[in-house]
């Protein structure tokens, strides 16, 4: 009856359109979820991750779970993890895009996932980083270790949203750095964030994570835009 009282004050609402969840709905609606615009990246060599990289960083597997449209569920869901707390988003995209990477892990056999991080300031800011619940997922259901500890950021920045693609490569060049022992080499590394745009920002967590001797790269996101 409490539960009841609290939907009733509370009500649950999509995270991709905002309407009400009806009773065997959760996280997003039946209709936001039959509607989401997958990519299938991972079923593709040359996708469009994947050639975000050709002649800068060499990268073994790379993939993004879904288009990320303005204005479009994808944009709802990626600011209602991000800026409004509802971190069971990443959970619930986590879950779901580890099944059709199963076949990718055993193929690849990841070592390690590796979010890309906050600076400990924007972290203490926001509470959380926007990846983690993702990561989680992932880690959980393909039976990777999760590792938020190698990879860290080292200089604080805004947001890099508003900026055009010559000012986040900039902006990018020295903000990562690991920190690593002999146990970390030869390791295959799964880098992970929410949003891949430019991908100035994974070329220089790549970058500083090739820094560890033999070590290789792949990479997977939450969504993919060209804007």
């Not at 990289?53 to 944009?75: C, D, N, R, T």
Request: hydrophobic content about 35%; charged content about 25%; proline content about 3%.
């Amino acid at each position: 009856m409490l539960k009841n009282l609290l939907n009733l004050i509370f009500p649950k609402l999509c995270n991709g359109c905002n309407s009400l969840l009806l009773k065997n709905e959760a996280i997003i609606c039946s209709t936001c979820r039959h509607g989401l615009p997958l990519t299938q990246h991972h079923n593709l060599k040359d996708n469009y991750t994947t050639k975000k990289f050709y002649g800068i960083i060499p990268v073994e597997f790379s993939a993004s779970m879904l288009f990320f449209h303005k204005e479009g569920i994808v944009q709802n869901l990626i600011h209602n993890l991000k800026y409004r707390k509802h971190q069971e988003i990443g959970t619930f995209l986590g879950n779901w895009y580890a099944e059709d990477l199963k076949e990718i892990a055993k193929k690849h056999d990841f070592s390690e996932i590796i979010p890309v991080p906050l600076h400990k300031k924007r972290l203490q800011e926001r509470g959380y980083n926007q990846v983690t619940t993702f990561c989680e997922a992932l880690s959980k259901n393909l039976h990777i270790n999760y590792n938020d500890k190698l990879l860290f950021r080292n200089l604080y920045s805004k947001t890099q949203t508003k900026k055009n693609k010559e000012q986040r490569n900039e902006v990018t060049k020295s903000l990562f750095d690991v920190t690593f022992t002999e146990a970390d080499y030869d390791k295959h590394f799964l880098l992970v964030d929410d949003v891949i745009t430019s991908g100035a920002t994974l070329e220089a967590c790549a970058k500083a994570l090739l820094k560890i001797p033999n070590a290789k790269i792949s990479i997977v996101t939450i969504a993919y835009t060209d804007s």
